[in-house]
């Protein structure tokens, strides 16, 4: 699976299900975490129905089905309500920089007479009852609803190709953000497991690492000779910061420069180097200031932030910061 411009597509290039909800706060948010939630009920559509009924005060990004099949609900970077007041590794309010999937699963489940219930009263088969105690200490029950293989692999893709985009930082359950309170995704759902796996790419530089590109350089979107570049070519000399390594490749930011039409530009005083937000869906960052001069790097999404340099006519010449992934042996380290 793949993201772009905070939607999510398909191994095969088709983008998933979507349909809006329109309980989401307004302007956009800096993504670095994700939220695994259940649905507590039993299935898709009718967790989809109640993620986008006007007037709830629930919401979520995604939805994934038993079979894997996958609704978007938002685009990534909108606010949905599924965290709460939560709180966790001292941070509160999750909803300001998460990303929320809700599984189809009921959750916790009843033994009456040897056999295993919802809490709808919907009964279970045996093969389908996962036993094991909770991570809190709370939460006593110990009969879960297994999930099925096919919807573990699609969530953790998902996780995947979050991770690749956003540089997210942690994956977490609704159960360990708002401990006593939630209990969901389980011990039915291998968390740990997942996270380990997928946030172990790569390990972390200190704060402030940096370097020079030593050559002609690609940044490319994963570190693959194969993957997607993220801009053009980077020069030789290029300063780049350095947040992870691997064996043959630093995940890098860097700034380059562009030209964008300025009426998809929204201006701010803020006192930072950038005085300008992306306000289109997406937009076009080319080499001089004309709709047919070559792209600079892959369209800024919707609050991308810019440094506003020079202006001509309809066209603004601004600096903004892409990330991906360079080959090692082309990066002097500085710092």
């Known amino acids: 699976m793949i993201v772009k411009d905070h939607k999510l597509f398909e191994a095969d290039g088709k983008p998933v299900k979507f349909v809006q909800t329109p309980n989401v706060s307004p302007g956009t948010i800096t993504?670095?975490?994700?939220?695994?939630?259940?649905?507590?009920?039993?299935?898709?559509?009718?967790?989809?129905?109640?993620?986008?009924?006007?007037?709830?005060?629930?919401?979520?990004?995604?939805?994934?089905?038993?079979d894997g099949t996958t609704w978007q609900l938002s685009n990534f970077n909108t606010k949905t309500w599924?965290?709460?007041?939560?709180?966790?590794?001292?941070?509160?309010?999750?909803?300001n920089f998460s990303v929320g999937i809700e599984i189809v699963n009921p959750g916790y489940l009843t033994e009456t007479n040897g056999k295993f219930y919802t809490v709808y009263k919907n009964e279970v088969a045996p093969e389908n009852v996962f036993k094991g105690a909770h991570r809190n200490a709370v939460t006593r029950s110990t009969l879960w609803h297994k999930y099925p293989e096919v919807q573990i692999q699609k969530v953790e893709a998902i996780c995947k190709a979050l991770c690749?985009?956003?540089?997210?930082?942690?994956?977490?359950?609704?159960?360990?953000?708002?401990?006593?309170?939630?209990?969901?995704?389980?011990?039915?759902f291998p968390l740990d497991e997942m996270r380990d796996k997928l946030l172990n790419k790569g390990q972390a530089l200190p704060a402030g690492a940096t370097g020079e590109t030593t050559d002609l350089l690609n940044i490319r979107e994963e570190p693959s000779a194969e993957a997607t570049k993220v801009a053009k070519a980077l020069p030789k000399g290029q300063k780049v910061n350095l947040i992870k390594e691997i064996d043959t490749h630093y995940r890098v930011t860097t700034l380059i420069d562009g030209w964008v039409a300025?009426?998809?530009?929204?201006?701010?005083?803020?006192?930072?180097?950038?005085?300008?937000i992306v306000s289109a869906t997406s937009l076009n960052i080319r080499s001089g200031p004309n709709g047919s001069e070559s792209p600079v790097a892959q369209p800024l999404p919707r609050g991308t932030k810019v440094k506003i340099m020079t202006q001509d006519n309809g066209w603004y010449h601004v600096q903004t910061e892409v990330r991906g992934w360079v080959e090692k042996p082309f990066v002097k380290r500085l710092a």
């Not at 006593?180 to 011990?187: T, V």
């Not at 300025?262 to 300008?276: C, P, V, Y």
Request: hydrophobic share 35%; aromatic share 10%.
């Open 164 to 188: 690749e985009f956003y540089d997210i930082q942690e994956i977490v359950g609704h159960e360990e953000i708002l401990p006593g309170a939630k209990c969901d995704p389980g011990p039915a």
């Open 82 to 95: 599924h965290a709460g007041r939560s709180f966790y590794n001292g941070r509160r309010y999750h909803n």
């Open 262 to 276: 300025k009426d998809f530009i929204q201006t701010n005083n803020a006192d930072d180097e950038f005085d300008g």
């Open 31 to 66: 993504i670095d975490s994700i939220v695994i939630h259940y649905t507590a009920n039993m299935g898709g559509e009718g967790a989809v129905r109640s993620l986008t009924t006007v007037g709830r005060e629930v919401s979520a990004h995604l939805v994934v089905d038993w």
